[in-house]
């Protein structure tokens, strides 16, 4: 007798992907809620490598444009989202993030996500979590998230100060992607450089990913903090 029904196919087995935070925030000046400021990003930039499969590397570079990462300010204690404040954004700059493929340290290829360009507009003690989508077709699927470890968001008046930049952020800059350096540490309240012209005759003048609000603001499955997370 033969069987009316087709045979059973084997599962679709699917990659499976995780993240870890490879350079924490520490620390960043307050940002204003105005549009043309002089933004200050966190320091250091927030950088956060993607693995595939249980393995130590990521091996696809052929599908990497179908990733992004996307970054939301979270409180510190509960992890709950913090998108606006006083009908504001919280965050100022780019929060989502395409794949670099990159060279660690130690010279070992990787896949990473770098925020080179985010401020906090609120004071107070934050942590990001980071979110990982793949687009699919029509379709965009979150991965998995991860969180950072908490940092905390200076007024002008008390910012320590920007640190020295890491030798991972060195790396990087390195090799191309638009990321600011420092060489030394500078005071938070260290005095301006520039000069104003033509004030004083003995001064010295000196020159030296498509839209998905709805997606993005929506908030996936929670996951313990810094820890891998599988889909």
């Known amino acids: 007798m033969n069987n009316r029904y087709p045979p059973l196919l084997p599962p679709i087995t699917r990659p499976k992907y995780s993240l870890i935070v490879?350079?924490?925030?520490?620390?960043?000046?307050?940002?204003?809620?105005?549009d043309k400021v002089?933004?200050?990003?966190?320091d250091p930039p927030p950088i956060v490598q993607l693995y595939q499969s249980n393995?130590?590397?990521?091996?696809?570079?052929?599908?990497?444009?179908?990733?992004?990462?996307?970054?939301?300010?979270?409180?510190?204690?509960?992890?709950s989202d913090l998108h606006y404040a006083n009908g504001n954004r919280t965050t100022a700059g780019s929060v989502v993030q395409?794949?670099?493929?990159?060279?660690?340290?130690?010279?070992?290829?990787?896949?990473?996500?770098i925020f080179a360009d985010i401020s906090i507009r609120i004071e107070g003690i934050f942590k990001l979590k980071f979110t990982l989508f793949q687009i699919s077709g029509m379709d965009v699927?979150?991965?998995?998230?991860?969180?950072?470890s908490p940092f905390?968001?200076?007024?002008?008046k008390c910012f320590p100060g920007m640190s020295e930049s890491t030798d991972l952020t060195r790396s990087f800059s390195d090799q191309g992607v638009r990321i600011r350096i420092r060489k030394e540490a500078r005071a938070g309240t260290a005095p301006s450089i520039k000069r104003r012209r033509g004030t004083n005759q003995n001064t010295k003048s000196t020159s030296n990913v498509m839209s998905m609000r709805n997606l993005l603001?929506?908030?996936?499955?929670?996951?313990p903090t810094n820890s891998y997370h599988y889909d």
């Open 38 to 42: 002089d933004r200050r990003p966190l």
């Open 141 to 148: 699927e979150r991965v998995c998230c991860i969180y950072s």
């Open 217 to 223: 603001i929506s908030d996936p499955p929670e996951q």
């Open 55 to 79: 393995t130590i590397h990521f091996n696809d570079y052929y599908n990497s444009a179908n990733f992004f990462l996307h970054t939301t300010l979270v409180n510190s204690i509960d992890d």
């Open 22 to 34: 490879r350079q924490q925030p520490r620390k960043a000046r307050l940002c204003s809620f105005k």
């Open 98 to 113: 395409s794949l670099h493929k990159l060279k660690d340290t130690n010279n070992a290829e990787g896949a990473f996500f």
């Open 152 to 156: 905390q968001v200076f007024s002008p």
